[in-house]
């Protein structure tokens, strides 16, 4: 699952395609049928409310093995 945005229209949408068809193109917007489309984050990443910079640290996960 991928989320584009259409640089013709300004639409934001999601789209659940490969990589490899993202790559080459082959994904077009949904309102206006356009392929100039940009890929924006994956969903998982797109719900933060604060910015970054805020509290982010390497401690708290306990496991200690991300280096
Ligand atoms: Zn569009």
Redesign the pocket.
């Known amino acids: 699952m991928y989320e584009f945005s ?1 640089r ?4 934001q949408f999601e789209d659940l395609v490969s990589l490899a068809e993202v790559e080459a193109g082959e994904v077009e ?1 949904p ?4 392929k100039d ?1 940009e890929r924006g984050f994956s969903t998982f990443a797109t719900n933060g409310g604060d910015s970054f910079g805020g509290g982010y640290t390497s401690s708290g996960c306990g496991s200690g093995g991300f280096t």
């Open positions: 259409c013709k229209c300004g639409h917007c309102a206006c049928g356009s489309v």
